[in-house]
């Protein structure tokens, strides 16, 4: 079930393919939820062969981040995998993936770098290179699976339609496929980052759901200037929030919305108690 070598995980693929069979691949970082359980659900109903990627990918976050103290849970996530049908669990250690000294060494010096149009907003912002080492990581593992299709969340809606150009841009032979956000029974959307709310912190988190709900209310009743529906999520939040951003952008393009229509996807980036938790919505 688990492997943690490349090699390895070639063999396995090269006979599924000598076999007929279509491989789906979904990437995450571990300490899984239904979350990334609705994606691998997908792959598993999708293809004939599941293989989950768990890797805290080292070169996606900046110097300040949670690099360090991102929670692991590797036993429960096998057992979460076995009991979804997953085949394979690749796993693999920095090393396997970027060379023994990587990052400050030559072992490992080419990066996927997504064009600037789409990395100079939103997350990218705050996260400078964040992208580059998602989309590094994301080909390494295309490279190293060659899945027939590749599922993301809509939750990281960002990096989802910066992968999407890459694929179509690079004529990368893989379909993605999308699913949408899970949200707990309050509306928070999940994400292996909720471990570090306070209970406090769970409350003043539900605010990023009610701003986005109350946004496409907002546009229903007929208000698409976007500097007004942006006006309308400013109740929603106190001292415990710190607003990053709150845009309005394309939902295939991410170009900048001034005024709201049908094709407007929300996002929102708030640090509650200095956590950083991101959601969105499509307008419709
Ligand atoms: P991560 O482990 O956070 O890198 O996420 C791995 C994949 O799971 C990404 O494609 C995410 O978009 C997806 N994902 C994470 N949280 C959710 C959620 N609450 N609903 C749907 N997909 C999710």
Not at 54 to 70: A, M
Not at 83 to 96: H, I, Q, R, T, Y
Not at 216 to 230: E, F, W
Request: charged residues 25%; neutral net charge.
């Amino acid at each position: 079930m688990l492997e943690k070598k490349i090699i390895e995980v070639r063999k396995r693929v090269s006979q599924w393919k000598k076999d007929g069979l279509s491989i789906g691949l979904v990437p995450t970082m571990g300490a899984l939820h239904e979350g990334h359980l609705s994606l691998i659900k997908k792959s598993v109903e999708t293809c004939d062969k599941t293989i989950v990627s768990i890797f805290v990918n080292p070169i996606q976050f900046g110097p300040s981040e949670d690099l360090e103290k991102y929670p692991k849970t590797i036993d429960a996530d096998l057992e979460l995998c076995k009991n979804a049908g997953v085949d394979l669990v690749f796993s693999p250690s920095p090393s396997e993936m970027y060379g023994e000294g990587h990052i400050l060494s030559n072992d490992f010096l080419t990066y996927v770098v997504p064009p600037y149009f789409y990395t100079d907003k939103l997350c990218a912002k705050s996260r400078i290179g964040h992208f580059d080492g998602v989309c590094t990581v994301v080909m390494k593992l295309f490279n190293i699976v060659q899945p027939d299709y590749a599922v993301f969340g809509q939750k990281d809606a960002q990096q989802l339609i910066v992968i999407k150009k890459m694929v179509k841009d690079l004529d990368i032979p893989i379909e993605i496929i999308s699913c949408p956000i899970v949200r707990d029974k309050n509306g928070l959307a999940l994400s292996s980052r909720n471990q570090y709310l306070s209970e406090d912190g769970k409350k003043y988190s539900l605010a990023l759901n009610k701003i986005l709900v109350n946004i496409k209310a907002c546009y229903k009743k007929g208000i698409t200037d976007t500097k007004s529906l942006v006006e309308t999520a400013l109740v929603f939040l106190n001292n415990h929030h710190e607003l990053e951003y709150l845009e309005f952008v394309d939902k295939n393009t991410l170009e900048n919305k001034t005024v709201a229509d049908g094709d407007t996807l929300v996002l929102i980036a708030v640090r509650v108690d200095n956590v950083r938790l991101i959601d969105n919505c499509f307008i419709i």
